[in-house]
């Protein structure tokens, strides 16, 4: 992908620059003294020539040193938005499991009524009391349970395709 990880890239680029600078200083210490007052120093044409390629290499290593700073830059910026992208789906995720248990407790609920219900219709036909009224309550109560096992389902459903919605777009 980048080769050597940014750490190691930084490592080997303040490794660089501390024996360039290092170069830097043995050269200047190698200078003649300044002459008198007003004058350049005095330097022989060979120093002359090392200082200019210490100060090229120097020049080199601060021209890489950018380029890993925009390498580390532009790693941490793609991080950065993966943890958002990440985050927006746990939101996402976390939204439906909330629908999903409210609607899991509405069947509970429901179903809770339905047994009650059943019980209800069962003893007043063992005593000969059945009436339509509470037949229709019985028959009410149901439906209402199938509707809320059906918004679950529907809901399960939607999750499902939400989930496969991607995979379809790659492969097409």
Avoid: C, F
Avoid at 9 to 36: H, S, T
Avoid at 138 to 166: G, Q, S, Y
């Amino acid at each position: 992908m980048w080769g050597p990880e940014p750490m190691d890239d930084i490592a080997e680029l303040e490794r660089r620059i501390l024996y360039a600078m290092e170069r830097v200083r043995v050269g200047l210490d190698g200078l003649v003294d300044l002459a008198p007052v007003g004058l350049a120093p005095a330097q022989p044409a060979d120093q002359s020539g090392e200082a200019d390629r210490l100060r090229a290499d120097l020049e080199a290593e601060r021209a890489a040193n950018a380029q890993l700073t925009e390498r580390v830059k532009a790693i941490k910026d793609r991080q950065e938005h993966l943890i958002r992208g990440l985050e927006d789906r746990v939101a996402q995720l976390t939204e439906s499991l909330d629908a999903q248990g409210a609607e899991l407790q509405r069947q509970r609920r429901l179903n809770g009524e339905l047994t009650a219900a059943n019980q209800r219709l069962s003893d007043a036909a063992r005593a000969n009391l059945a009436d339509p009224a509470m037949l229709n309550e019985v028959l009410a109560t149901e439906l209402d349970a199938l509707r809320a096992a059906r918004r679950a389902e529907m809901a399960e459903m939607e999750d499902i395709l939400a989930e496969l919605k991607p995979l379809i777009g790659e492969v097409a």
